[in-house]
T-cell receptor, first 115, second 118 residues
Framework: ETGVTQTPRHLVMGMTNKKSLKCEQH?????MYWYKQSAKKPLELMFV???????ENNSVPSRFSPECPNSSHLFLHLHTLQPEDSALYLC??????????????FGEGSWLTVV | AQKVTQAQTEISVVEKEDVTLDCVYE???????LFWYKQPPSGELVFLIR??????QNEISGRYSWNFQKSTSSFNFTITASQVVDSAVYFC???????????????FGKGTHLIIQP
């Protein structure tokens, strides 16, 4: 059983819909991440939360809105998406770091299709 | 700026052959960490190994082995006696030390799609 769980695993939404992706980690970690994986592109870091505080936003469009209510849960709220936003969205977690190197553990991902 | 290059987009071998996946990285830091992840068709990225920049000792774990060479900025991954279950996309990744503290995430290569044919 994976330590990072994501729901839903598959989501199809229209461009005018509002939906959310949910992530929960059971590893006692303090940092959580959203990554986007598109076809033929490297994994892109979208957001980083450290102890519930957003520490990084990699120029992500405002139609993606993250929420981190506590260290174990992370959401990605989606609204008015575009077809090019169709991708695999991966949640991950790691121990809070004062230096890099802590291993990042990933969930199984949420496959998003925007129609 | 940091960068990870996996020049092999796709590799196909017959089961039981040995296969090496290449990874070349760029970084200005002297302290950094390198990772390999496996991504099966289900999508989850499975952690395989982490290596810090001060530890150039090669590592072996079962059929998997890793060759870290700072002189060539490479961190190659070899699967010995490959099996069909090894078929997946493999990612190499780099993490630099953040002097400001806090979580940073990883810089990934584009991945190598490994196909093991029975």
């Amino acid at each position: 059983e994976t330590g990072v769980t994501q729901t839903p695993r598959h989501l199809v939404m229209g461009m005018t819909n509002k939906k959310s992706l949910k992530c929960e980690q059971h590893l006692g970690h303090n940092a959580m991440y959203w990554y986007k994986q598109s076809a033929k592109k490297p994994l892109e870091l979208m957001f980083v939360y450290n102890f519930k505080e957003q520490t990084e936003n990699n120029s992500v469009p405002s139609r993606f809105s993250p929420e981190c209510p506590n260290s174990s849960h992370l959401f990605l709220h989606l609204h008015t998406l575009q077809p090019e936003d169709s991708a695999l969205y991966l949640c991950a977690s790691s121990q809070e770091r004062r230096s890099s190197g802590n291993t990042i553990y990933f969930g199984e991902g949420s496959w998003l299709t925007v129609v | 700026a940091q960068k990870v290059t996996q020049a092999q987009t796709e590799i196909s071998v017959v089961e039981k052959e040995d296969v090496t996946l290449d990874c070349v990285y760029e970084t200005r830091d002297t302290t950094y960490y390198l990772f390999w992840y496996k991504q099966p068709p289900s999508g989850e990225l499975v952690f395989l190994i982490r290596r810090n920049s001060f530890d150039e000792q090669n590592e072996i774990s079962g059929r998997y082995s890793w060759n870290f060479q700072k002189s060539t900025s490479s961190f190659n991954f070899t699967i010995t006696a490959s099996q069909v279950v090894d078929s997946a996309v493999y990612f190499c990744a780099l993490s630099e030390v953040n002097s400001g503290g806090g979580a940073d995430g990883l810089t990934f290569g584009k991945g190598t799609h490994l196909i093991i044919q029975p």
